[in-house]
């Protein structure tokens, strides 16, 4: 698991790269953007964007049982199979090439299917049967500086740098027996646990749009960062397709985001939520 992990973090790691690499080297060439607004004419700008979130989430969470050992479950959903609960906010503020972005989100999962897969240390196969339910709800939090590093016919592309946070707290519930190599019962009957963490990392990325197409509204956001700190490491992408009103902004995106921490006794191993996000944007 640490390597396909690591292997995922140094991809996003690239990726964030070579999108930092061609933002600038295209914008960079680019004479002024063909806008009815100038963002950059050094007066104050921002914008505000509501958006709609339906991700599914996996992740190996671990709890403490009464008895002593610990529990690992691995768990695992779809797109608003469980989801009952989001609250999605992003915006930025600006003047000349220097600005700051926000994102809120807080989203509730509950009553997900879930397995053990180790107590005590013990791993157990796919074909014992260890399921439970479990649910999960949190919160994420961005903050960040912004720095421009070009704008033109072509879009713009945003230096960011800052920090996130996360809160998750989750709970699991079974109803089974299991018994260790010496027969000595575990787990009996039903029961419930609940856990939480809190993590706060430093994260550096880029952000912008790309405009293409000259004369038209559409437009492809794009957004990557990558962090370490509380976590082992973390990244976020978020790449989509929009089209560009008088009144505002319409996209459809896809968001992932994973954390990874990797002490013995953290209540959060790993943890992916990604899916399809559907965003108006507000310019003033």
Not at 6 to 28: E, I, K, N, P, Q
Not at 198 to 217: D, E
Not at 252 to 266: C, H, T
Request: net charge negative; proline share 3%; with cysteine.
């Amino acid at each position: 698991m640490r390597g396909r992990s690591g292997s995922l973090f140094a991809r996003a790691t690239w990726v964030l790269g070579y999108v930092l690499m061609c933002s600038a080297a295209s914008l960079f060439s680019s004479p002024a953007l063909a806008q009815s607004e100038d963002y950059w004419d050094g007066n104050w700008h921002g914008s505000i964007t509501p958006y709609g979130w339906l991700p599914g989430v996996s992740g190996e969470t671990r709890y403490q049982l009464p008895s002593g050992p610990d529990v690992t479950v691995k768990n695992k959903s779809d797109p608003l199979s469980s989801l009952s609960g989001a609250f999605l906010l992003e915006g930025d503020i600006r003047k000349g090439n220097w600005g700051l972005f926000g994102d809120i989100d807080w989203i509730k999962f509950s009553n997900e299917k879930g397995r053990f897969t180790s107590i005590g240390g013990e791993r157990f196969g796919a074909d014992a049967h260890l399921d439970t339910r479990w649910g999960m709800k949190g919160g994420l939090i961005t903050l960040a500086g912004l720095y421009t590093l070009g704008h033109g016919t072509l879009g713009y592309a945003d230096l960011l740098f800052g920090a996130r946070y996360v809160w998750l707290k989750g709970n699991i519930s079974w109803n089974l027996n299991v018994v260790n190599d010496q027969d000595a019962l575990i787990l009996q009957g039903s029961g419930h646990l609940h856990n939480q963490t809190h993590a706060g990392n430093g994260i550096i990325g880029v952000r912008g749009r790309w405009t293409p197409f000259a004369g038209t509204g559409w437009y492809f956001p794009y957004y990557a960062d990558v962090g370490t700190g509380d976590s082992d490491n973390t990244y976020q992408i978020n790449i989509g397709v929009g089209y560009a009103f008088h009144w505002g902004d319409i996209a459809i995106s896809y968001r992932d985001i994973k954390y990874e921490q990797g002490g013995g006794d953290k209540f959060l191993k790993e943890a992916e939520i990604s899916g399809p996000s559907f965003n108006y944007t507000w310019h003033f």
